[in-house]
């Protein structure tokens, strides 16, 4: 299929597309470079197809998406990327967008921030069987990313992520009001979350940050701007990528998110967890996108005596351990101590809902809350010790990868 790779308005590029994979088979023309895929490199006109590709198949629902796989049955498809070209590629993410040669589609028309989408999807993402031959495949959830199940439903007229959370015991949803709580204390910019229960399961539900004028670039891509010498840490590296894009205060933003992450334990904030936004338009870099999915935290896929032990954490993006990525730290004057204070309690009451108890017990949540409350004494401890910030590769994450929630072995 001949289309045009879109940007709002703009045409970015003349693509040819393979009907059968999805794949980009050629990149015909280069109209508008800068408005490529941040990190897509182009030499003398000629964009890299390969990287064109990686981001375009990224934009696909992985493979490894709770419920995938019946959802690609239900539909009789074989890969999540046939989906990306019957929704246009839209998001509601960023403003890319396929239009196929001869066709009239305008941006105005179609784009999902200002026009309704379908709940076709969603159903059958979320285990409903496919609904007669008239199925409607405009929705923002053939695009959409990360492993734990989800859609997009606009309620009362806001555009709202719902996402569950891993058996057994669905904490995520809990974690991200946890997190939504603690990040409100202590005046970190966040996307607020809340539960929402349907059929007596949890569910997070969170207001899209992205609007029709801006769009969120994930950390991967804008390390994919420069190449990274082997002697400069992944935080310089990131740091350094920023600074060179010209995105504002990207130093501060990571310092409140790095005690955050030490603060509940989070164990996946790798480079598709965060990011900077910018106007789609006119390509200014606003600054860091508020901090979005927090809940693979709180020992959330472990035992009970684990969480009490504090063992096993894994840390993201930077360094492989809590203690080491907050050596990054820069600056911790932007926190009130009395905002520490108490913060098992908040994260205590979060779990006060009676319909918890089907899938977190009591000691469970004792065991949660004790340790928040101890991670929040290390901090103060390393706080008064003030250690100076330390930036060497040692102790670096050496891949990004995310989490996928299959079972342990
Ligand atoms: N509130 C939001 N507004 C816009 N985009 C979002 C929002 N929340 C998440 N996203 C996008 O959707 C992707 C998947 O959501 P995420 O919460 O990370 O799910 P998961 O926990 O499965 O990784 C994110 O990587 C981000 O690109
Ligand atoms: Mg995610």
Redesign the pocket.
Known sequence: MKCTLMHKRIAVAKLDLDDETGFIRKIEKVIRAEHLPVGVPVRQGIADRRELNHWWTDRSIPASRSGVREALETLNLTDTKMLLVRCFGLS??DQYWICPDGSDLVWEKINFFDNPFSDDMGDVLFGQQKKGNDFDFSSPDNT?????K?RWKIINGKRC?I?GGSNPYRQ?PFNEVIATKIMARLGIEH?PYSILWEKGEPYSV?????TADTE?I?AWRIMQTQKKENSKSVYRHFVDCCQTLGAPDVVPALDKMIVLDYLIANEDRHL??FGLLRNAETLEWLGFAPV??S??SLGYDKLNAEIRANKNITCKPFKKRHEDQLKLVSDFGWIKTDCLADLGKTAEEVFSDARVAEFIDESRVQAITESVQRRVSYLEEFINAQVPAEDSTEGDVEENI?EDYLPKM
């Open positions: 509601l993410s959409s990313d990360g492993c734990l989800k992520l996402k995520q996307v969170c207001e899209d940050f992205v969120l994930s598709n967890n979005f999915d809940g693979s995310a």
